[in-house]
């Protein structure tokens, strides 16, 4: 079982508890039933690697044009070449990102993309953010 | 398949009542403009409508945007375009209205002397509600002295 710890207690020797963590020993703080499950970013980000990956299609449009549609945020980037639609897309995926965070992991039709979500807000910089989306 | 404009798409968003998402969270518009919509069942609708004079060319993602994005048929959208009639959506069906309520004397002989339950007697109509004070044994299957609900 992981350890649990009060949030008092947490709150008090956060800094070991943080240092316990970025060993690899993951932690639940209790603040009065309400349960919170600590970890590392790295850790975070490699799992929901395994389990959130991106599928972004492309369709060429009529006469002309690139289309990208992301399934996972059903959202869509257009260009006239496909490298300009990828930068579309990847603006797009990441206002998407900014709008679930604020706002829209509220609503039922939102709150199962969080796993995608949340892989796309530990992007460091945009092309991290790239590689998420489009792969390496 | 008949493609929208963005002059299109922006109209639907007018016609079905969507938001400036854009605006409402301060954000810079880019290329884009973003609009969103909450249906009544909390369902969060968002989609975009570039800047420009040019068109959505691909069947394909027009559909998806259709489908998951404004989440109405073809039909509904070019209804909303060329008529200005705005699209109904499952989850977006008013609540029933309320009905009229019942008189208090004959929730008050109902609740208290035939022993129903307030809950199941509120879900009756007037007219159910005088038949099951009428059909309590006490009364005799007629009417009270004092219809009940006529004050």
């Known amino acids: 079982m992981v350890p649990s710890l009060k949030f008092s207690q947490a709150r008090n020797d956060f800094s070991r508890v943080v240092d316990g963590v970025l060993a690899g020993a993951p932690v639940v703080i209790d603040r009065r039933g309400q349960r919170v499950w600590v970890t590392s970013v790295d850790e975070q980000r490699e799992l929901l690697e395994g389990c959130f990956q991106f599928h972004p299609e492309v369709r060429m449009g009529q006469p002309d044009g690139v289309y990208i549609w992301l399934p996972e945020f059903a959202i869509y980037g257009e260009a006239e070449i496909l490298a300009e639609a990828e930068d579309d897309l990847l603006d797009e995926a990441l206002v998407y990102v900014e709008e679930w965070l604020a706002e829209l992991h509220a609503a039922p039709n939102h709150a199962g993309r969080r796993g995608w979500v949340w892989r796309l807000a530990m992007a460091d910089d945009r092309e991290t953010a790239r590689r998420v989306v489009f792969g390496d | 398949m008949r493609l929208p404009t963005y002059a299109d798409l922006k109209r639907f968003c007018e016609v079905d009542g969507w938001f400036d998402s854009g605006a409402r969270r301060g954000a810079k518009t880019g290329d884009h403009f973003r ?46 375009v060329d008529e200005g009639v705005a699209p109904s959506r ?4 008013p609540p029933e209205p309320p009905g009229p309520g019942l008189p208090y004397d004959l929730v008050k002989n109902l609740t208290t002397r035939s022993g129903l339950v307030l ?5 009756m109509s007037k007219d159910e509600a005088v038949a099951a004070w009428q059909a309590w044994p006490t009364s005799g299957g007629a009417a009270p002295e004092e219809e009940p609900g006529s004050r």
């Open chain 2, 35 to 80: 609009y969103g919509r909450v249906l009544r069942d909390g369902t969060g609708l968002r989609t975009r409508v570039s800047h420009g004079s040019g068109s959505i060319r691909d069947p394909a993602t027009f559909k998806d945007i259709l489908r998951s994005q404004l989440q109405v048929t073809e039909e509904q959208f070019w209804l909303a």
């Open chain 2, 90 to 93: 499952p989850g977006d069906t």
């Open chain 2, 119 to 123: 809950e199941d007697v509120l879900r």
